[in-house]
């Protein structure tokens, strides 16, 4: 143990007289070291800040989609497969479903006073809301009664508020869909994109009997999808065999035989962005620890230039009795204790950038304690792998020649 400290005391020294020499080396790991931490505390905040947009979609959220498939040789539609009777079994049957809505929508131009605007519009029950976590903000939902007698209502989201009626009151005011008047009687609050790049504000909710009674004329009964939400996170697959099972017994299809709907859920979404996620991090981890592999060649180099210059000083240590394992062992710590200082000061700088970076992008980037572990382990592990060489020439330099040399 006394012997590797003095090796350390003696690297420090070697250090000290070649300040530049070292500043250059140390220069190259702290850059290498700073940009995978960045890189990696970057990842983190992008994961959670879209994940949180996921879960804020419903955590526990299922989409039920209607698909065609082949029967007999012939393309069954579609449009007659899923039906808010197939909700209303599955909301009744289903143990692990919490609360369910059917779902149309379309493209429509909205038209209030001389303003007007495109957007998307949704017939759904009162139940979306809740299962997809939107809030109303300013006046009120539709009644059950309202879906009843399929009132003439409508609830916008703040895109289309400001849209149409600027800094005005849109509560109260009427708005046209077609030739038919609808009143405004609440504002979603506002949500932002969501994590496909979607305006979450950019649409106009109404029950869904009005939908199909003015804005697209339809059958009764007949929707888009199906969206519903499990009792808990816990429950989703659990919800997701009961819709099936039920949906496949009402629909008289076999277990074995494709079914006529396509059943998603949020976790399904979650699981892919996931993915991607992990991916990209890694990719462009690799890409910054390419200069780690600069600082690498940089240790190697230096410590080379170094055992050339200090040969005399081999040769006196090996004549007074030094080993080719104490030479070894005086380079390697060397070439170590360079590389985790770059290792450390590049943790700190890597740290005060995410920071200021935290503070500007307003994320949650957080370093997580593998991260700091692996960037200092990475540091010893580039002085051992790159000075290795230097230090195993050095220790095998005759004492004799390097004695003579000037």
């Known amino acids: 143990m006394r012997g590797y400290l003095a090796a350390v005391r003696i690297a420090l020294r070697a250090i000290v007289r070649s300040k530049l ?57 579609e449009s007659v497969r899923m039906s808010e009777a197939d909700g209303l079994a599955v909301l009744k049957e289903s143990t692990s479903v919490a609360a369910l809505s059917p779902f149309s929508s379309t493209s ?16 759904v029950t009162r139940s979306y809301l809740s299962i997809l976590s939107y809030r109303v903000a300013k006046g009120d939902g539709w009644t059950e009664a309202d879906e009843q007698l399929k009132a003439k209502v409508c609830v916008i989201g703040e895109t289309v508020r400001e849209d149409l009626f600027g800094s005005s009151e849109a509560v109260g005011q009427y708005i046209r869909i077609g030739k038919h008047p609808f009143r405004v009687i609440g504002v979603l609050e506002k949500k932002g994109q969501s994590p496909f790049g979607e305006d979450q504000d950019d649409r106009l909710l109404m029950p869904i009997g009005s939908f199909r009674s003015r804005v697209v004329p339809s059958a009764p009964g007949k929707v888009q999808m199906l969206v519903a939400a499990a009792t808990s996170e ?55 620890a390419v200069s780690l592999l600069v600082g690498g060649i940089g240790v190697m180099n230096i410590m080379l230039v170094s055992v050339t210059e200090r ?33 450390v000061m590049g943790l700190g700088a890597g740290l005060v950038v995410i920071k200021v970076l935290a503070a500007a992008l307003g994320w949650n980037m957080t370093l997580p304690v593998s991260a700091v572990v692996i960037a200092v382990g990475t540091s010893a592990t580039i002085g051992i792998v790159f000075g290795f060489f230097p230090a195993r020439r050095a220790a095998h330099q005759d004492p004799i020649t390097a004695l003579r040399h000037e």
């Open 234 to 288: 816990r429950t989703v697959d659990r919800a997701v065999e009961q819709i099936d099972r039920i949906l496949r017994q009402r629909h008289e299809i076999a277990p074995d035989d494709e079914p006529d709907f396509v059943i998603r859920t949020q976790a399904e979404f979650r699981a892919s962005q996931e993915r991607i996620l992990d991916t990209l991090t890694m990719l462009l981890s690799s890409i910054a």
């Open 21 to 77: 020499r070292a500043a250059l080396t140390v220069l190259g790991i702290l850059i290498g070291v700073a940009a995978v931490v960045i890189v990696v505390a970057l990842g983190t905040g992008v994961r959670n800040r879209i994940l949180g947009e996921i879960s804020g979609l419903g955590a526990s959220s299922i989409y039920i989609f209607p698909q065609s498939t082949q029967a007999s040789g012939l393309r069954r539609r």
């Open 108 to 123: 429509m131009q909205i038209v209030a006073g001389e303003a007007n605007v495109a957007t998307q519009v949704m017939g």
């Open 311 to 343: 040969t005399r000083e081999i040769g006196i240590r090996m004549a007074i009795g030094a080993s080719e394992g104490d030479i070894l062992v005086q380079f390697l710590v060397e070439a170590i204790t360079l590389s985790l200082i770059g290792g």
